[in-house]
Structure formats: C-alpha cells, structure tokens
C-alpha cells in the first residue's frame, strides 16, 4: 500500500510585478519550502510562487491544492506603501486593475465569478494571528480589502474553491509591505525586512493548525 504522505500546509507567493524586479512575498515563501511546522511539527510546508496574471494565478493555485491536498492555505502578496503585516479578512468578487498584469490583461469591474457570492470571508483565526504577531512584536493589522487586483482575485478564487469542491480546508491572505532593498527606490514608503515576515508567516501558520476561526458566521460567505 501507498506511503500516507504527511500532512502538509501550502503556501504562495507571486512573481515581481508593477515594474519591481523582485516580489517580497516570493522572496520570503521560497526560504519555507520542507521546513516542518505545527505543533510536534505534524505539518511540513510546501509552497508555490503565483504568475501575477488574473488569467492564470488560480490555475497554478488549484494546481498546487490537488497536488498536495493541504489542511491550511496562505496566499502572501506585496502590498507596497503598507507599513504592517495585513492579515486580509475578505475577498470581494470584482477585478478592478489600477495597472495592468504581466500579460497585459487589466479588467475594469468585471465579476472574478459570475454570479458568486459577492465576498468571501477567511476563516483563518485572525485576532489570534493579530494578537500573537503583535505579542512578538511584528507590525500588525487586520485589513478589511485585500484590493481589487490579482490578490484579492487569489483570495476570492482560493475561498470559492473551497466552498464549490467543498474542501476542509481553511486558508486566507496575508499582505507584507516592500524589503527594505524596495522602499530605497520608494521615497518615504515603509519596508519591512525578510526576517520579520518569515517570522510573521510561521507564526500564522502554527496559529491557523492550532485554532479553529474565530468568525462568529458561518463558513463565510455573504450575499
Ligand atoms: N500584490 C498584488 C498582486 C501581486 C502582489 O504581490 C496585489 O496586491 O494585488
């Protein structure tokens, strides 16, 4: 009989985008890929970077969830000009791109699913996650939008995924603000370096195993 693999979390980053030649969230999720995480390190890390591209990033994302069938997963994206680590609590369902992504593509109030929910809320456990990155002294939020481009695209595409396969599987969106190496050519703009935001996502990650959400509505849809 086949070897069980181990249980296992997922985490994404995505591709340098907006004229950037690197991506914070990539740079930090790349140094997590086999490390063991949870408590008595039950879960090992897998991760995946993300094309930054409406048309493709959910396929590459699904791809990678029915790789590895995760029990949690974190989509981290760059969100240059904030200063904290924002731990989004909803996706809504409209693309809206201010700029367009690395193909070229730039929708304007389009529905990322016709006729879906208009927003999907996380059911990871963020005042916990709040609360123990702040105690480590991280800068740290709750954000109310995760935007109208291709991460708020990601996190609505990962929360409906879950709720159309109807998966166990909790998973949510995490914002990080640039590297320091970024902010040098961003007069004034906050940076936050790769340490701390390695630090911020373990800390996530052994929070959402350990905890059930701690959203009061049910499994977090909202019409
Ligand atoms: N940030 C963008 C998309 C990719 C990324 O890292 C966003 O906030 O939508």
């Known amino acids: 009989m086949a070897k069980q693999a181990k249980p296992c979390v997922l985490v994404t980053g995505f591709a340098p985008f907006g004229g950037e030649t690197i991506n914070p969230s990539w740079e930090a999720v790349n140094q997590l890929e086999g490390l063991a995480i949870g408590r008595q390190e039950s879960h090992i890390i897998h991760t995946k970077e993300l094309p930054c ?54 929708p304007i109030d389009t529905p990322i699913v016709q006729d879906g929910p208009a ?19 991280i800068p740290s939020e709750i954000s109310n939008t995760a935007g109208t481009y291709v991460c708020n695209h990601v996190m609505y595409g990962l929360l409906h995924y879950f709720q159309s396969q109807q998966l166990s599987c909790q998973g949510g969106f995490i914002h990080i603000p640039y590297l320091p ?12 370096s790769q340490e701390m935001v390695k630090k911020s996502l373990l800390a996530i990650l052994n929070e959402s195993l350990e905890y059930k959400p701690d959203l009061k509505i049910s499994a977090g849809t909202t019409h």
């Open 119 to 137: 927003a999907y809320f996380t059911a990871l456990p963020i005042k916990r996650i709040l609360k123990t990155l702040q105690e480590n002294g």
């Open 53 to 106: 591209e409406f048309n493709s990033a959910l396929d590459a994302l699904y791809q990678a969830i029915d790789k590895y069938h995760p029990s949690v997963v974190l989509c981290v994206g760059q969100a240059g000009g904030r200063s904290s680590i924002s731990i989004e609590r909803v996706a809504i369902n409209v693309d809206d791109a201010r700029i367009p992504d690395n193909a070229g593509n730039q």
């Open 181 to 192: 190496t970024q902010a040098v050519h961003h007069s004034g703009a906050p940076s936050m």
